[in-house]
């Protein structure tokens, strides 16, 4: 089955950048990179979305490989409320027009004092 | 703007009994879709209604189901339930329900099947 590939877990210091990786060979086109973070407890929360384009907001910033099989995510100074579990998420539409939703197992992030 | 709502949030049930859960979209949105939690699996697409129509359907048994109203409020029910069936179920809404769009997805309901 596709997938996107992320590592189990990474671990950061505060108020320094972190960058999460995400492989997703089997991307077509018109599929869209969706990020999104979980903290326990709670439902998923919208991070960042692009296509093909480098995307920045005041969350943080998506760096997206030429070939777009692979992107990452860029928090610029982390802080202890961004530990979270982060899952990098396809979204895009078959060929027979019905929804393609790829996921991963998510990374969990770790923020040190 | 009120987020999405879903209840009941914690849901105790047993094995073959049957379970419907609710889901409130963010006010406009017209698509609502479903997933299911587990550690094991992770995040896994159940279906996706737009306009009272299910129009995208994730690789479930039959005995998950589900509706849309005309206020676009969802609700999604699970037959003969089974110990594996445990998990957080979440919704999600959006606008359109376009790959391009954010989904704004609300608590959950943790189902704990004995």
């Known amino acids: 089955d596709a997938k996107t590939t992320q590592p189990n877990s990474m671990e950061s210091n505060e108020e320094e950048p972190v960058h999460l990786p995400c492989n997703h060979s089997?991307?077509?086109?018109?599929?869209?990179i969706h990020w999104y973070r979980q903290l326990p407890s709670q439902g998923p929360e919208y991070v960042i979305h692009g296509l093909t384009s480098n995307v920045n907001n005041r969350m943080a910033s998506l760096a997206i490989a030429e070939d777009r099989k692979s992107s990452t995510l860029i928090l610029h100074r982390a802080t202890l409320r961004d530990a979270a579990v982060y899952y990098c998420?396809?979204?895009?539409?078959?060929?027979?027009?019905?929804?393609?939703?790829?996921f991963g197992k998510g990374t969990k992030l770790t923020v040190n004092p | 703007k009120a987020g999405v709502t879903q209840t009941p949030r914690y849901l105790i049930k047993t094995r073959g009994q049957q379970v419907t859960l609710s889901c409130s979209p963010i006010s406009g949105h017209r698509s609502v879709s479903w997933y299911q939690q587990t550690p094991g699996q992770g995040l896994q697409f159940l279906f996706e209604y737009f306009s009272e129509t299910q129009r995208n359907k994730g690789n479930f048994p039959g005995r998950f189901s589900g509706r849309q109203f005309s206020n676009s409020r969802s609700e999604m029910n699970v037959s003969t339930l089974e110990l594996g069936d445990s998990a957080l179920y979440l919704c999600?809404?959006?606008?359109?329900?376009?790959?391009?769009?954010?989904?704004?997805f609300g608590p959950g309901t943790r189902l704990l099947v004995l």
């Open positions: 089997t991307i077509s086109g018109t599929d869209y």
């Open positions: 999600a809404s959006s606008l359109f329900g376009t790959p391009a769009e954010t989904q704004y």
């Open positions: 998420i396809l979204r895009g539409i078959t060929q027979g027009g019905s929804e393609k939703l790829v």
